[in-house]
């Protein structure tokens, strides 16, 4: 890896955070906040007016200033930006009618944004392919990376954006070694203890040494000679499926955050981390989960 990687500094002046005013967002915006006020930047919060359907018998659409809808959003996002956590920090109010991912793109070109800020409601089963996954939608598709904080994250009392212990997962893909670079920059700032972990499933147990080893050497070769000056590292090796395993070591670990590569679309091999398990991470995860588009 090359030295460089470990010296990368993390600015994120600018913020998106993505809000439908509901618990979900409402949880999550505590840490926008702190990590707002720990790298001085601006936090733009965001809500889409979704989009009328139309009409069997087309009419002139509704000015906006009379589209009750809108009025509504906008009194709500003219509150959150006047409330007392979120006059601490620079902040600017977009309001835009549209599909969620139409406005959110339009507005991370816009104020070049280098960090989603994100709650997720953790939606499983029919009612996720009913209802579809907003947040999953955004880490898929967004140029920056994504913090979300899903359901289970929520309530745990974050009063700043100090991370004490990082799990950074990896299968050695191109798209997951994107991520790698943050988990470093955030573990040397906050001189943080930094988990390496490769999960594996479904290897026979005569050849669980061999391969334990082969990727033991392969995470070693991750870490920056220079690591042990700035943080504690550690390396992890486990035979399970990827998303079991992640959350179980955020878990024993007390991690304050998870992060991961995931791929614009599920990939062909098995043998990567595609979205659908950073999505289930984030549903069960206990901490925020930074995730990297390869």
């Not at 006059?87 to 280098?114: M, P, T």
């Not at 991370?163 to 040397?188: M, N, Q, W």
Request: aromatic share 6%.
């Amino acid at each position: 890896m090359p030295a460089t990687v470990a010296s990368l500094r993390l600015t994120f002046k600018n913020i998106l955070f993505p809000t439908d005013f509901t618990e979900a967002s409402t949880g999550a915006l505590p840490y926008a906040l702190a990590i707002a006020k720990a790298y001085g930047s601006k936090l733009y919060l965001t809500h889409a007016v979704a989009p009328q359907p139309p009409l069997s018998i087309p009419l002139e659409p509704i000015p906006l200033e009379m589209d009750p809808l809108w009025q509504q959003a906008r009194d709500r996002l003219t509150r959150y930006l006047d409330s007392a956590p979120v006059r601490d920090v620079a902040r600017e109010g977009v309001l835009e009618q549209g599909n969620l991912w139409s406005v959110l793109d339009d507005v991370i070109c816009r104020h070049s944004i280098e960090l989603i800020v994100l709650g997720s409601h953790g939606r499983h089963g029919l009612k996720k392919l009913v209802l579809g996954s907003n947040a999953e939608q955004v880490f898929r598709r967004a140029p920056c990376p994504v913090m979300t904080i899903g359901p289970a994250a929520m309530g745990e009392g974050h009063e700043h954006s100090a991370f004490r212990h990082i799990v950074f997962a990896t299968d050695f893909s191109k798209g997951s070694l994107s991520a790698l670079p943050y988990a470093l920059s955030l573990a040397e700032e906050n001189q943080a203890q930094l988990t390496l972990a490769h999960l594996i499933p479904l290897v026979p147990m005569q050849h669980q040494e061999e391969v334990r080893a082969t990727a033991m050497k392969r995470l070693l070769e991750l870490i920056p000679s220079d690591a042990e000056d700035w943080c504690r590292v550690e390396c992890v090796v486990s035979f399970e499926f990827p998303a079991e395993g992640i959350l179980s070591l955020a878990e024993t670990r007390h991690a304050d955050l998870i992060v991961m590569g995931v791929h614009a679309k599920a990939p062909r091999s098995s043998s990567h981390l595609p979205w659908a398990i950073a999505y289930e991470v984030v549903c069960h995860a206990k901490c925020p989960v930074l995730t990297v588009r390869g």
